[in-house]
C-alpha cells in the first residue's frame, strides 16, 4: 500500500527573511505550492531554489481566498497550511508523519509558539495557541476572511505534539507595516458587511483592546514585550473603526 503523501500550502509576498528556514523544515513533505502575490524581494528564486512549486497571481483577493488557491493548486492525501514566517520544529515534523500514516481524526490542531520583536510570548493571548492547520485534503478549506481568517470544517481536532515556531514579528518596521495592513483589511472587511463606527466607538474599542490585552491576558507577565503587544492591539482596533468610521463617511456622501 502507498504511504499517503503530504503537501504544503503556502502563501508569500516579500517574505524572504524566513522563508528558506521555513522550507528547509519542510524537507520531509512530498510537495510544497508556494502562491506568491508580486513579491519584489528574493522570495521566488528562495522558494524555486527549494524545490517548491510557485504559482504568482499578483491579485490579492485577502489572506483567506489566497490560501484556499494555494489548497486548490495541491493534489496530496493531506494538506499541512502554514505561513512563511512559521518554521515546523523536529518534534512537529515527527508527530505530522505519524499522524498521517496512521491517522486518529481528518483535522489536526498544532501548538503555535510566536516572537514579538526577538522575544517569545507566553502570555498576552498569544498562548496557548492551538490553531488547526493539517487536514485531509477536502476536509477543511479556509474562510473568505480578508483578514483573521480561519479553517472551516466538521467533526474533532486531534492535537499534534511539537512546536510550530512564529517568526511573527521580527522589528519595529514589521510591527507599524502590520499595524496599518491588518487595521485597513479589518475596516473594509467590517464595512463590507456593513457595520458602522465613530470616533467615541474607536477610542473605546482601542482603550479595552489594551485593558483585555495588558490584565486579562496577562500581559505584563510578558514584560516589555506584552506591554508592546498591548499597546499594538490597541492600536490596530483603534486604527481599524476609525477607518471604519471614514468608510462609513464615504459611503454616506456617496448616497446624498
Not at 508527530?95 to 500514516?101: E, G, L, M, N, Y
Not at 466538521?154 to 515556531?165: F, I, N
Not at 477607518?243 to 456617496?254: I, V
Request: glycine share 8%.
Amino acid at each position: 500500500m502507498n504511504s499517503p503523501t503530504l503537501g504544503v500550502a503556502l502563501i508569500t509576498k516579500n517574505a524572504a527573511a524566513r522563508l528558506a528556514q521555513c522550507l528547509d523544515a519542510l524537507a520531509f513533505a512530498d510537495e510544497v505550492v508556494v502562491v506568491d502575490s508580486g513579491s519584489t524581494d528574493a522570495t521566488l528564486d528562495i522558494a524555486r531554489a527549494h524545490g517548491a512549486r510557485v504559482i504568482e497571481r499578483p491579485d490579492w483577493p485577502g489572506f483567506g481566498p489566497q490560501k484556499n488557491r494555494a489548497l486548490d493548486a495541491l493534489a496530496t492525501d493531506w494538506v499541512l497550511s502554514i505561513d512563511a514566517d512559521e518554521v515546523v520544529s523536529p518534534e512537529l515534523a515527527t508527530s505530522i508523519r505519524a499522524a498521517i500514516a496512521a491517522p486518529a481524526a481528518d483535522v489536526y490542531a498544532i501548538d503555535r509558539l510566536s516572537s514579538f520583536c526577538g522575544a517569545w510570548i507566553r502570555h498576552s493571548g498569544w498562548y496557548p495557541d492551538w490553531i488547526a492547520r493539517l487536514f485531509k485534503r477536502g476536509a477543511a478549506r479556509f474562510s473568505d476572511d480578508l483578514v483573521h481568517e480561519r479553517l472551516v470544517f466538521q467533526g474533532p481536532v486531534q492535537r499534534l505534539s511539537g512546536k510550530l515556531l512564529h517568526y511573527s514579528y521580527e522589528d519595529f518596521d514589521t510591527v507599524l507595516r502590520k499595524l496599518d495592513a491588518y487595521s485597513s483589511a479589518g475596516a473594509r472587511q467590517r464595512a463590507a458587511a456593513g457595520k458602522r463606527a465613530s470616533f467615541g466607538t474607536a477610542l473605546a474599542r482601542g482603550a479595552w483592546a489594551f485593558v483585555r490585552t495588558w490584565v486579562l491576558r496577562g500581559g505584563f507577565l510578558d514584560g516589555r514585550a506584552g506591554f508592546m503587544i498591548a499597546v499594538f492591539n490597541a492600536e490596530t482596533v483603534y486604527y481599524r473603526f476609525l477607518k471604519l468610521a471614514r468608510y462609513n463617511g464615504q459611503d454616506e456622501r456617496q448616497d446624498r
